[in-house]
DNA sequence: GCCGTTTTCGGCCCGACTGTTTTCAGTCG
């Protein structure tokens, strides 16, 4: 069993152990080995079989044993007994909003519920409001999540969810009440998903500014209306929440409500070992009864300062060692927008593209870069009107013509991404391939292979001499298709070893390589490129969704092999077709 | 279930909102 699916093994224990109500602290503890296993960079099989992963925080005897045991056997006797001990239908009740272990248990005890449809059932004939601690209300809100459970329970990727936030923020710092306001969440850390939107708004005035968003267009359920916060849904299933603090909290709630929740509880733990304690509204000593006396933080910065920390950027803030790093001063220059200095694998109509080779050069060029890279697609993407040999050397020559037109300042690159056939191999000729100045190499086919074959798909790829870099390394398409299966530590590592680049493939849905991978990754010596696989030149934009990515991961333009000059990045290119002509050649 | 130079037992982050309650439990983030 993969670490990942024993995350999920860990993560269904801790919530039917909620269901039967169990200690709560010990469903924590499943919870967090689900998510230090999920953030784990080390091969689990090595840190197993070198006794290293119980010296790991979070990870004792009992958790060892189990992930071992799953590791090891793909099964575990105490998940197979617990599951079998609950009814199946009791878990997918905890999908519906408003519903929790505690309630589902008292309707499971009281009338025998145990599926959404008996709920609903029971629900629609009065027999949920009947029972004690429940109410009329309480069955209306139920009956309502259930009808919306399919468009609600979805998560937004980010870019989405960005394009819904950014009017409704503009709008609030319009209103005359609002001294400071800014999106939190997940939204600000640019999580590759959204649940829902968070707004904090500093003011001494709430009432109109809860008013205003409440009343907000194309909201279609106001879910919470009250003093300091207030929830929407808009018709689309997102959801909103608004959170109004006078102007002296607005730093603090800030900071509390962008998380996350790990990174929060670093931070409460970091407050109560200098005998503070740390809130939404502030920071006190910790015998102090209010935050009347709380020290003041104008910003966030002052907030960490008073910790003896430097700020440390939202995208950062995922409790994944960033804490360390503050108070030691050792974190990283992130990697900004205004360091790019041009793109890699783009599309033209010469595959599946929507503008001509001039039309992306000319949008690069109002960008400012200095290059751009064309990489269409190759013949074994006969979907995608993929290229021949025929029509590479065509488009080669266009290329040439272009950048000795001296019609734009912007250089292009003349690359392809070529298709990585089923076996290991290219779909184009070494031959053909040394003429281009880079290589894309990617899946575009062959999903279903085994982690091994796929694995050794993509090494072979690696270590063919053309190969520049590897396009979306694991294919996946955030909310609708999961990444195909791929050992992805073995990859970098043979990527690191023979010079290849790994992209961060910068489409919104994509964002693949994964963030969570980067920064181990990098550290070791990996290099990437920030990739909008553009098919249109609006789609250049998208870099912008790989750098919250990159920052993600920790990386800096050094890490980054287009905030290189045209220069530098032309002499790295050669370099490495050299190395091609010398293997040709020997 | 995890953790520990104050503890191997007794802690484990904190607060708002809702609905059902006359003082609080459950849920959520």
Not at 347 to 375: F, I
Not at 491 to 499: E, G, P, Y
Request: hydrophobic residues 40%.
């Amino acid at each position: 069993m993969t670490k990942n699916e024993i995350a999920d093994v860990l993560t269904e224990i801790a919530t039917l152990l909620e269901l039967k109500g169990e200690n709560p602290f010990k469903i924590r503890a499943y919870q967090n080995g689900a998510r230090n296993l999920e953030a784990l960079e080390d091969d689990l099989g090595e840190l197993i079989s070198s006794g290293e992963l119980s010296k790991l925080k979070g990870f004792g005897d009992a958790l060892v044993q189990k992930i071992t045991e799953l590791f090891e056997t793909g099964k575990l006797e105490f998940y197979e007994k617990l599951k079998a001990s609950v009814e199946p239908g009791l878990v997918s009740m905890l999908e519906i909003p408003g519903l929790g272990a505690k309630k589902i248990k008292a309707m499971h005890k009281a009338l025998g519920l145990d599926s959404i449809e008996a709920l609903q059932k029971a629900c629609e004939e009065g027999r949920v409001a009947a029972l004690k601690g429940f109410g009329k209300k309480t069955e209306e809100k139920l009956l309502l999540g259930i009808k919306n459970r399919e468009a609600y329970g979805k998560r937004h990727i980010w870019w989405a969810a960005r394009a819904v936030a950014d009017p409704i923020l503009a709008g609030l710092k319009a209103l005359p009440e609002v001294v400071h306001a800014s999106h939190a969440g997940s939204l600000r850390r640019k999580r590759e998903t959204v649940g829902d939107l968070d707004f904090i708004v500093g003011s001494d005035e709430a009432k109109p500014i809860m008013d205003w968003f409440v009343a907000q267009e194309g909201v279609a359920e106001v879910t919470a209306h009250g003093e300091t916060k207030s929830s929407v849904r808009f018709e689309s299933g997102l959801q909103a929440d608004l959170r109004v603090v006078r102007p002296p909290q607005f730093a603090f709630a800030l900071h509390h409500f962008t998380g996350s929740k790990d990174h929060n509880v670093m931070m409460r733990q970091r407050a109560l070992s200098r005998g503070l304690s740390l809130s939404e509204w502030g920071l006190k000593p910790v015998e102090d009864e209010t935050f009347e006396n709380s020290l003041v933080a104008e910003t966030e910065e002052d907030i960490f300062s008073h910790l003896d920390m430097k700020w440390v950027p939202p995208e950062l803030r995922e409790g994944l060692g960033e804490i360390e790093a503050a108070e030691k001063g050792e974190l990283p220059k992130l990697l900004e927008y205004s360091e790019l200095k041009g793109v890699f694998h783009n599309h033209t109509v010469a595959s599946d593209g929507r503008n001509t080779l001039e039309e992306m050069t000319a949008a690069a060029e109002a960008k400012g870069w200095e290059y751009w890279g064309v990489a269409d697609h190759s013949k074994a993407s006969f979907q995608a009107n993929g290229m021949n040999e025929d029509r590479v050397l065509q488009q080669l020559e266009e290329v040439h013509a272009l950048n000795t037109s001296g019609k734009f300042k912007t250089h292009v690159f003349s690359g392809i991404e070529c298709d990585l056939l089923v076996d290991g191999s290219l779909d184009l000729s070494e031959a053909l391939l040394m003429k281009l100045d880079y290589t894309v190499v990617s899946v575009h086919i062959g999903f279903t292979q085994s982690e091994e074959e796929m694995t050794a798909r993509i090494i072979k790829a690696i270590e063919h001499p053309a190969t520049t870099m590897i396009g979306h390394l694991t294919g996946r398409i955030l909310l609708r298709r999961e990444p195909y299966k791929v050992n992805t530590q073995k990859v970098i590592d043979a990527a690191i070893a023979n010079s290849v680049i790994i992209e961060l493939n910068a489409n919104p849905k994509r964002l693949d390589m994964d963030w969570r991978l980067w920064k181990r990754a990098a550290e070791k010596g990996l290099m990437t490129s920030i990739n909008p696989d553009a098919h249109r030149t609006e789609h250049f934009e998208f870099v912008e969704a790989g750098i919250n990515a990159a920052r993600k991961g920790w990386l800096g333009a050094e890490n980054v092999l287009n905030t290189r000059s045209l220069d530098e990045v032309t002499s790295i290119l050669s370099l490495k077709r050299n190395h091609l002509k010398e293997s040709l050649s020997s």
